[in-house]
């Protein structure tokens, strides 16, 4: 990446301030671009979701491994449940969703609970063995009285289709039968996975991120005083991605538990290490152990950090000195916060970011911790809150005296709770998924490259004005 005037290298500037200029392309198609991270650790997609609790838990980690993305589950997070949420990761299907089953004993109002767990908006009814015999979609229920028991409603001319079907085939089955969603059985006809007829497109588009035995993976924040214990559970779970969480990076506690963490477990395991703005810290921590380290502070929608301390940096320079340094010494970054749309991940890539971490607009998607609630218009919503929040920290100290709790809740640098208003085009996270790698495909062509090194070297930057900026959002007639 290079500014068009370098006057502009030492400016501080953030996504906002800045713009990609066109290159000439050779390349044919958008989807022939290829979007591996440059140090991709066995991703496919330059994304990772923030470990946030109001984001990243089972649904979320198992979603995201399955096209190509990578969870962070966080640090929170004890030890039996991250064995349950990890134990059931391993043991889902890299092709196939998992469904949400009822039986006929339970009611509508049941399904209608946890019909917004997954994106694939519907819940199948099964008996006793686990034999699929109906599927129930929103508007099969809703205007039925909600205690109604599921096995009182007649629907018939359940379609499913065995383990083997190509997507092609079952994209054109559904295609015929006017379905989107099939429930995928084994030879008994019993109930094991389900398939949307956008899965099998997505499916063709983009790949698995898999561990070494070719199940699910995921990423696990650890807290930088007490990892020794939890990592080598997660060992053994085959778990070998690993984040080191403290708020300031840069300090010497943090430093030592690298060397500490390298000298436990060695150097198989990938470490990132965070948070940063400098390329004095970025150095500090690599040359200590770590793969990569994570920059930013205080771009995050739920943080404060900046209010209360005036420390930070505009994320655009904070990622683009930082990857500087950490290309020098042939590792990585990884761009934390101010993702508000894809044009913010694809100029942290342009930065020489690696991979770009998301956090609240996860957040409002089904697949999302938190539960669906609708407000006083009947808007669905979910909350969400800052890792440095009196509510995360309540969380996190639930073992400490009232009176140690309430002094750690005087640090709190955070929003407690936020209503995030779910997105009616992109309510699952698949729909952020297409959103963000058909605009960075897009980009790349516009920039002239074929994958993401070419992006980043090819890529030229300059500085707007905001009225500019403005020009380039949609301004046409919005109904409200």
Known sequence: MK??????????????????????FEGKSRLEIDVHPVVSFGTHIP?????MNAVSWRRMAETLARYGWLAVLPQDMDIETLKTIITSLKSADVHYDSPITMKASHTIRDALWVITKRAHNCVIMIDDQGKALSIFKPQDLEKLDQFTLLGNINKTNLITWKLWISDEEAFNLMDEKWISSLPIVDDQGILKWILTKKNTIRNSIYQPTLDV??????????WVNSFDEKVRVLYDLWIRTFVLDTAHGYQKSMIDTVKKFRQQFGTEATVIAWNVITA??????????????KVGIGPWAMCTTRMKTWVGRPQFTAVYKCAQEAKKLWWFVRADGGVKSPRDMIL??????NQVMIGTMFAWVFESVGDVKYDERGLMYKENYGMASRKAVVWRNQKVSLFELAKKQMFREGISSSKIYINPWMESVWDVV???????????????????????????????????????????????
Do not use: C
């Open 3 to 24: 500014f068009n005037n370098t006057l502009y290298e030492n400016e501080e500037l953030t996504y906002e301030d800045v713009f990609l200029f066109q290159n000439y």
């Open 47 to 51: 994304i990772v979701s923030s470990n």
């Open 213 to 222: 035995h070719g199940k699910l993976d995921v990423a696990v924040a650890v």
């Open 280 to 293: 004095e810290a970025t150095r500090a921590l690599i040359e200590a152990g770590a793969n990569g380290v």
């Open 348 to 353: 942290a890539l342009a930065a020489w970011a």
């Open 434 to 480: 297409d959103e963000f790698m058909t605009g960075l495909r897009s980009s790349m062509t516009y920039v002239g490259a074929n994958n993401l090194q070419e992006f980043t070297d090819k890529a030229i930057v300059g500085v707007q004005t905001i009225a500019w900026f403005a020009e380039g959002t949609p301004h046409g007639k919005i109904r409200k």
